[in-house]
């Protein structure tokens, strides 16, 4: 078992900064990769970063260039900085991990697979 518990979120204005950060406790070895999702009110949850084990990481268009996936060489803590930050950032982040290769290599698709959960921080971006 995983337990995620994020923090980090808050109000900025436009053109601010935040860093969320997810803290990761129980059997770490286990998971091959872990994410960052979000969901804004009346939209579907979407992939924004995800880092696997290896350290290679991968980005969603739409934070690519503004967005840093990472983590900490023990695991423990997995981070998202976001800078540039724009109002149709506004959300639920959530952080995620799973230990499939295959959910991992196709995380955007199968985010409802990601098999442990944190329960999210609210980020808010004001123009």
């Known amino acids: 078992q995983v337990q995620l518990v994020e923090s980090g979120g808050g109000s900025v204005q436009a053109g601010g900064s935040l860093r969320l950060s997810c803290a990761a406790y129980g059997y770490m070895y286990t998971v091959y990769c872990w994410a960052w999702f979000r969901q804004a009110p009346g939209k579907e949850r979407e992939g924004v970063a995800v880092?696997?084990?290896?350290?290679?990481?991968s980005y969603a268009d739409s934070v690519k260039g503004r967005f840093t996936i990472s983590q900490d060489n023990d695991k423990n803590n997995l981070y998202l900085q976001m800078n540039s930050l724009k109002p149709e950032d506004t959300a639920m982040y959530y952080c995620a991990a799973d230990g499939s290769k295959s959910i991992c290599e196709w995380w955007q698709l199968l985010h409802s697979r990601f098999e442990y959960w944190g329960r999210g921080t609210q980020v808010t971006v004001s123009s």
């Open positions: 880092i696997e084990s290896d350290g290679s990481t």
